[in-house]
Structures are given as structure tokens and as C-alpha cells.
């Protein structure tokens, strides 16, 4: 008799494997526990059924830093096929894969096929993992959306990737912004 594996989504795993593959990387730890948190207040603004999905995918959206991690230097697809390879569910593969905009940075870095092997998600979900990731500082501190993208451009540089795409990716992550927060007022009007 086989044995099927399931696709993981599990929350402390999710937890357990970023601590242990970003414990020599205290500030991408910090950043990392600090989206988690942030995403976890989100659930609000979601399905419950896709309230664990968001936290995990939080945990898990930076190991592409770590050493063990690491292939093409691009951390979102890196830990995306990371987790793939390891069996998690290919939708945090996913989500990991395309957070915070990591689409328009593939294009100039020629990953764009690569990454296309993870599809791209538009949801409530994916919009609160951007939410989360572009609301919290490098050391774990809460900061404005805008703020972020500032930080990010300084802390990258003027010719980074990143700073060659930000007209693109910068609307992208204002317009997720803006949905999860018209989601938060009307979940808080719910309540």
C-alpha cells in the first residue's frame, strides 16, 4: 500500500523551519517573526480557510536568505522551490514565490520563466502576505507601506533590481495596501 504525503500548510512547521534555517540571520529572523505576527492580525480579512495559509506563507517568505536555502540569489524563488521540493502545498510555494511584487524583479533578473512555474495568486490571501511583508522593517518594526519601499530603495541602492522595477512593482504593492486596509475597516465595521 502507498502512502500518499500531503501537501503541508501547518503553521508551527511553517514557524519551526524559518527559525532554523534564519537563526544565523538575526535582522531576516526578526523581520520574518515580525510579518508573521502582522499577517496573523490580518486573518480577519480572509476566508477562514485561508488563515493558517497567510501565517504560513508569512513564516516561510524569506527563507530564500538562508545559506541551505539559496540557488539563483533571488529569495522568493528560491524558497519557493525549497519548499516545493520538501512537499509543502504548492499554493504557499506560491505565494512565497510572488510576494511583494517578486514578479517585476524576476523579469530584470531573467527568472520570469522560472518563477512562472509557480502560479501567480490574486487574492485576499496574497494582497495580506504583501500587506504584512511591506509593513514591517527590517528589524521587525512596524512602518508605513511607503516608508518600506523607501528603506528598501536605500538599503538596495539606486541601481538595484529593485530600484530598476519600482515604477512597476511600487503600484502594485500601493493597490494591495489599499485593499487589505478597505478589508480591515470593514471587518472592524462587522465586528
Do not use: K
Request: proline share 5%.
Amino acid at each position: 500500500m502507498t502512502t500518499m504525503v500531503r501537501p503541508r500548510v501547518d503553521v508551527a512547521a511553517a514557524r519551526d523551519l524559518a527559525e532554523a534555517l534564519l537563526t544565523d540571520l538575526p535582522q531576516r529572523w526578526a523581520h520574518t517573526a515580525g510579518v508573521a505576527g502582522r499577517a496573523a492580525e490580518l486573518c480577519a480579512t480572509m476566508s477562514p480557510a485561508d488563515r493558517d495559509r497567510v501565517v504560513t506563507a508569512a513564516w516561510l517568505h524569506d527563507i530564500g536568505y538562508a545559506e541551505p536555502v539559496r540557488d539563483t540569489g533571488f529569495h522568493p524563488l528560491d524558497g519557493a522551490r525549497f519548499l516545493r521540493r520538501a512537499g509543502w502545498a504548492a499554493r504557499i510555494s506560491a505565494l512565497v514565490a510572488h510576494h511583494s511584487g517578486a514578479c517585476y524583479v524576476a523579469e530584470v533578473r531573467g527568472l520570469r520563466h522560472e518563477l512562472a512555474q509557480f502560479p501567480r495568486e490574486l487574492s485576499p490571501v496574497a494582497d495580506a502576505l504583501t500587506y504584512a511583508d511591506q509593513t514591517v522593517g527590517p528589524d521587525g518594526a512596524r512602518v508605513d507601506v511607503r516608508a518600506r519601499m523607501a528603506e528598501m530603495l536605500a538599503r538596495h541602492g539606486s541601481a538595484s533590481d529593485n530600484a530598476r522595477v519600482h515604477h512597476l512593482r511600487a503600484p502594485d504593492i500601493l493597490a494591495a495596501a489599499e485593499r487589505v486596509e478597505h478589508r480591515l475597516r470593514l471587518a472592524r465595521l462587522a465586528a
